[in-house]
């Protein structure tokens, strides 16, 4: 049992090693597709701008010289503004973009959930009562009906 147990770790830490040392050295993809054009707003994987160029040679020169992606984040950051970040930081009034999306499906949830009570309640107060046809449309079906016996 031990034996299996001590197994299982030595694996978990061999599978574990490769994934350590790939979050130390960013891959440029994963970068790119973190960070914002200043320009033209979108994505550096998606823009083509002069600037979005000039970013992504830093960001390979960076990871060349060893920096981590958060260093690398960091001194764009630092050096174009916190709108270089693709996701909003979590902290101080961008916290709001976080939680209000989350908020709001909420809200909706409990809202459709109110009314959804609401309606089977409303729908159980009224067992007895159905709408009563005519007596003549009454009879008039009942002959209909009693032709198919």
Same mark, same amino acid.
């Given at each position: ?10 694996? !978990? ?38 600037? !979005?160029?000039?970013?992504? !040679? ?57 009314? !959804? ?33």
């Amino acid at each position: 049992m031990i034996r299996l147990l001590v197994a299982a770790v030595l694996a !978990a830490l061999l599978v574990g090693a490769p994934s350590a040392t790939a979050a130390e050295r960013p891959n440029p993809a994963d970068l790119e597709a973190e960070l914002v054009c200043p320009t033209c707003k979108t994505t550096l994987d998606q823009s083509d701008a002069p600037v !979005a160029r000039r970013m992504k !040679a830093y960001i390979r020169a960076r990871i060349a010289a060893g920096a981590s992606s958060a260093q690398i984040k960091r001194e764009l950051v630092d050096q174009f503004g916190p709108g270089v970040l693709a996701t909003p930081r979590k902290q101080g009034f961008d916290l709001l973009a976080w939680v209000l999306p989350l908020g709001g499906l909420g809200i909706g949830l409990f809202a459709v959930g109110l009314l !959804a009570w609401a309606w089977s309640r409303r729908r159980d107060a009224e067992p007895g009562e159905t709408d009563a046809l005519d007596p003549a449309l009454e009879r008039r079906v009942d002959d209909e009906l009693a032709r198919f016996e």
